[in-house]
């Protein structure tokens, strides 16, 4: 980058977790200034201290997106202080049914609709607003391959994803016009503090630096959706291809983690 030219601005939010910090690290150099969000103050501080210790400028917000209209009027500060070139939108909470019950909690399946699916929809939507006016910027929601699937026992962590999927899809088609791009992000399980504590197998799991790696790669090349890892993708096909009786009883043969 030449000297005097303007530093390339990028949000993260979700960066106190596992895969928010594995982004930070991964963008964080020279040229750079990172905006870091997450609820956990002292993992932010920690982590920014790492991302100027490589060169990039660092501010950082303890936030809580659940209060979704809170969470729309700091991105659209954080845009007015100083034009998001790329926003990353990783923050996110799984769960799944607790043992012996019929249903998720009511609460639960409120807070993931919150969390997973409405709080990142509005504030890409309300930063989406303002790139389309200056033609450029690109914006990143992280999904779930469980998103792809009814898990009964994962009904509203699913069901929330498959939500924000939709809607990225949708928000990439309209921005297409408007110069900014917008890319879904489906992983199957990480390996983080919070992916460890999910109950039962994780089969294919990937490290947080290396799913970082190959979503600045998508970014990079300007892909509208990436499943990780690869055999995700093929689990998808099928779940489509199946016949609607196959596929249930295939779902409900599924035990619920313990």
Not at 52 to 66: P, Y
Not at 124 to 139: D, F, H
Request: aromatic share 4%; with cysteine.
């Amino acid at each position: 980058m030449n000297i005097g030219s303007p530093r390339k601005r990028i949000l993260i939010t979700g960066a106190s977790g596992g895969l928010g910090g594995a982004l930070a690290r991964q963008y964080a150099a020279p040229g750079v200034m990172l905006a870091l969000w997450g609820r956990d103050s002292a993992r932010l501080s920690a982590l920014a201290e790492i991302c100027r210790v490589r060169g990039a400028c660092v501010e950082v917000r303890s936030l809580d997106i659940s209060d979704v209209a809170g969470a729309v009027l700091a991105i659209e500060a954080e845009d007015a202080a100083g034009p998001i070139d790329l926003a990353l939108l990783a923050s996110g909470l799984g769960d799944v049914r607790a043992d012996g019950d019929a249903v998720e909690d009511p609460a639960l399946v409120a807070t993931l609709g919150i969390v997973n699916f409405a709080a990142p929809a509005a504030m890409a939507a309300a930063l989406a607003k303002r790139m389309a006016e200056r033609k450029s910027g690109s914006i990143v929601l992280i999904g779930s391959a469980a998103a792809f699937h009814a898990l009964p026992f994962a009904a509203a962590y699913s069901g929330s994803k498959a939500g924000l999927a939709r809607f990225a899809e949708a928000l990439r088609l309209g921005m297409r016009e408007h110069g900014v791009t917008v890319t879904l992000v489906s992983p199957g399980f990480i390996d983080t503090a919070a992916g460890r504590q999910v109950p039962g197998p994780k089969p294919l799991m990937l490290k947080p630096d290396d799913v970082a790696a190959r979503i600045a790669a998508a970014v990079a090349s300007g892909k509208g959706h990436v499943i990780l890892p690869w055999p995700f993708a093929a689990l998808r096909l099928f779940d489509r291809l199946l016949p609607r009786f196959l596929r249930d009883r295939l779902l409900l043969s599924l035990a619920p983690p313990r």
